[in-house]
């Protein structure tokens, strides 16, 4: 996808989970829903948030990174491109980098 952030916005292509056994070895049927979650890979970032001072402060995630984030609220932040799901999400909404 060719699309570049602005200010501390981050595009995340979401990771699907499509796991059907649960940590514990409970298969879980079709019909069953699960929570989505999270977790994505960073594709492109924004240059950073301009602070009062006037200072750039860069973002702390780099391209390619897998992040756990809060998914947004709004279907308005969701893209999908060949059937790839993408969220723009705020750099504050980004929760960890999982190693």
């Given at each position: 996808?060719?699309?570049?952030?602005?200010?501390?916005?981050?595009?995340?292509?979401?990771?699907?989970d499509?796991?059907?056994?649960?940590?514990?070895?409970?298969?879980?049927?079709?019909?069953?829903?699960?929570?989505e979650?999270?977790?994505?890979?960073?594709?492109?970032?924004?240059?950073?948030?301009?602070?009062?001072?006037g200072?750039?402060?860069?973002?702390?995630?780099?391209?390619?990174?897998?992040?756990?984030?809060?998914?947004p609220w709004?279907?308005?932040?969701?893209?999908?491109?060949?059937?790839?799901?993408?969220?723009?999400?705020?750099?504050?909404?980004?929760?960890?980098i999982?190693?």
């Amino acid at each position: 996808m060719k699309l570049k952030p602005l200010s501390n916005n981050i595009l995340v292509e979401y990771i699907e989970d499509n796991e059907k056994t649960t940590k514990s070895g409970i298969v879980l049927p079709e019909n069953v829903e699960k929570k989505e979650r999270t977790k994505g890979t960073v594709v492109a970032t924004g240059p950073g948030k301009i602070n009062d001072s006037g200072t750039l402060l860069p973002i702390s995630v780099k391209v390619g990174d897998v992040v756990l984030f809060s998914k947004p609220w709004s279907d308005e932040k969701k893209l999908e491109e060949g059937g790839k799901k993408y969220y723009i999400v705020s750099e504050e909404d980004v929760l960890g980098i999982i190693e």
